[in-house]
């Protein structure tokens, strides 16, 4: 398989992922699956080309990509959960085994962008929840010094969502002198704690995607399908 270039690598530390470290022999193999969401539609937009970056260093750790492009989806209740755009990101959010969100900080907090792909993304999809269980890393982008407004509420929305989220997170301040007239971000100590993020995004999703429907068994669900049960068994004796 061929990569992107990743030109402000030091490839002697660049190591492969060590499945058998992480996964049982039983257990699957196949390339993990994360979806990347990005939160601006500016031509030259400091999100996408971080979320970019990272996704070239996610496919160099073997994963398979894709990133939703949030131009055209409607804002959350303007539109019915049947538009085509709608229904593109539910798919790739069934379809994804963890997520990477990167958002510009715009007035303190993630953009309205950013937070209507989410919000279109249901607990509950016909009795499916598409983010339950799956891995997420969160990243950000200010023009301003460095915050973590967005990365934190940002992380708040994982755990609404029932998502396992890595410690790890980046905050890239002043994101408009890191990376060069191409879009490729410069080498700093920012890059590299991208690089750390998409490694350590990795390793968790392999380590629990096949354990994932144990790790979010929850008792309380179970005594309230042991409910739903006997109201079945009873109304179908009366």
Same mark, same amino acid.
Not at 44 to 52: I, N
Not at 80 to 101: N, Y
């Given at each position: 398989?061929?990569?992107?270039?990743?030109?402000?690598?030091?490839?002697?530390?660049?190591?492969?992922? #060590?499945?058998?470290?992480?996964?049982?022999? #039983?257990?699957?193999?196949?390339?993990?699956?994360?979806?990347?969401? /990005?939160?601006?539609?500016?031509?030259?937009?400091?999100?996408?080309?971080?979320?970019?970056?990272? !996704?070239?260093?996610? %496919?160099?750790?073997?994963?398979?990509?894709?990133? *939703?492009?949030?131009?055209g989806l409607p804002l959350p209740d303007d539109a019915? !959960?049947?538009?085509?755009?709608?229904?593109?990101?539910?798919?790739?959010?069934?379809?994804?085994?963890?997520?990477?969100? +990167?958002?510009?900080e715009r007035h303190g907090a993630m953009t309205g962008?950013?937070?209507?792909?989410?919000?279109?993304?249901?607990?509950?999809?016909?009795? +499916?929840?598409?983010?339950?269980?799956?891995?997420?890393?969160?990243?950000?982008?200010?023009?301003?010094?460095?915050? *973590?407004?967005?990365?934190?509420?940002? %992380?708040?929305?994982? %755990?609404?969502?029932?998502?396992?989220?890595?410690?790890?997170?980046?905050? +890239?301040? =002043?994101? *408009?002198?890191?990376? #060069?007239?191409?879009?490729?971000?410069?080498?700093?100590?920012? /890059?590299?704690?991208?690089?750390?993020?998409?490694?350590?995004?990795?390793? *968790?999703?392999?380590?629990? =995607?096949?354990?994932?429907?144990?790790?979010? #068994?929850?008792?309380?669900?179970? +005594?309230? !399908?042991?409910?739903?049960?006997? =109201? %079945?068994?009873?109304?179908?004796?009366?």
């Amino acid at each position: 398989m061929t990569h992107d270039p990743l030109p402000n690598i030091d490839p002697e530390q660049l190591n492969a992922i #060590d499945i058998n470290a992480l996964v049982g022999p #039983d257990e699957p193999r196949h390339a993990p699956r994360i979806l990347v969401l /990005y939160g601006s539609l500016r031509e030259r937009s400091y999100s996408r080309l971080l979320s970019e970056e990272a !996704s070239r260093l996610l %496919r160099w750790y073997g994963c398979e990509v894709r990133t *939703f492009n949030p131009a055209g989806l409607p804002l959350p209740d303007d539109a019915d !959960s049947d538009h085509p755009r709608v229904q593109e990101l539910r798919e790739l959010a069934e379809w994804s085994e963890g997520m990477l969100w +990167v958002s510009p900080e715009r007035h303190g907090a993630m953009t309205g962008i950013m937070k209507a792909q989410i919000d279109w993304i249901p607990l509950a999809l016909g009795g +499916v929840r598409p983010t339950q269980g799956k891995t997420l890393a969160v990243m950000e982008v200010s023009g301003g010094s460095q915050s *973590f407004n967005t990365v934190n509420q940002l %992380r708040l929305l994982g %755990r609404w969502m029932r998502m396992l989220t890595i410690p790890n997170q980046s905050s +890239v301040p =002043r994101a *408009f002198n890191e990376f #060069d007239e191409a879009g490729r971000m410069l080498l700093s100590p920012l /890059y590299q704690r991208v690089v750390d993020i998409c490694e350590e995004l990795v390793k *968790f999703t392999w380590m629990t =995607r096949g354990r994932s429907a144990y790790l979010t #068994d929850r008792y309380s669900e179970r +005594v309230e !399908s042991a409910e739903a049960v006997s =109201r %079945r068994v009873n109304q179908s004796t009366h």
